[in-house]
């Protein structure tokens, strides 16, 4: 059986598609974008972008009762591999000791020409 999870504090859904599933003990949380929920503005710049798009992440997982200490896999998508290095200082910041499993990868572009947008799966 699978549960939705959505957080007031993260942006909604620009299609067809939920914050977050559970199912199994897992929570595969859907790609986030920089956009402040509260504002619905896009922050600037790629440190601020990965830090939103962390923020966001947070949220969700605060309402499915979980912390970033929960993701066991992330993947980072990037507007361009230049952005790689400050992105990368941002993400060190929001996990201590065994960090999660991760990818990283350039794409052609973005919705809402976003330079960073990061997924994620946690469990239980």
Same mark, same amino acid.
């Given at each position: 059986?699978?549960?939705?999870?959505?957080? =007031?504090?993260? /942006?909604?859904?620009?299609? /067809?598609?939920?914050?977050? &599933?559970?199912?199994?003990? $897992?929570?595969?949380?859907?790609?986030? +974008?920089?956009?402040?929920?509260? *504002?619905?503005? $896009?922050?600037?710049?790629? !440190?601020?972008?990965?830090?939103?798009? +962390? !923020?966001?992440?947070?949220?969700? +997982?605060?309402? %499915?009762?979980? =912390?970033?200490?929960?993701?066991?896999? *992330? *993947?980072?998508?990037?507007?361009?591999?230049?952005?790689?290095?400050?992105?990368?200082?941002?993400?060190? =910041?929001?996990?201590?000791?065994?960090? /999660? %499993?991760?990818?990283?990868?350039?794409?052609?572009? +973005? /919705?809402?020409?976003?330079?960073? !947008? &990061? !997924?994620?799966?946690? %469990?239980?």
């Amino acid at each position: 059986m699978k549960q939705v999870i959505n957080s =007031t504090k993260a /942006p909604g859904a620009i299609g /067809p598609y939920s914050q977050a &599933i559970e199912a199994a003990g $897992m929570v595969f949380v859907s790609g986030q +974008l920089p956009i402040d929920a509260a *504002t619905g503005q $896009m922050a600037e710049g790629v !440190e601020a972008q990965a830090r939103q798009s +962390l !923020e966001n992440i947070k949220h969700i +997982l605060e309402a %499915a009762g979980l =912390t970033m200490a929960n993701i066991v896999k *992330t *993947t980072v998508f990037l507007a361009d591999m230049a952005y790689f290095g400050d992105m990368n200082k941002v993400y060190a =910041t929001y996990f201590e000791g065994a960090c /999660p %499993a991760r990818s990283a990868v350039a794409v052609k572009a +973005l /919705p809402k020409d976003a330079l960073v !947008e &990061i !997924e994620c799966i946690a %469990a239980r």
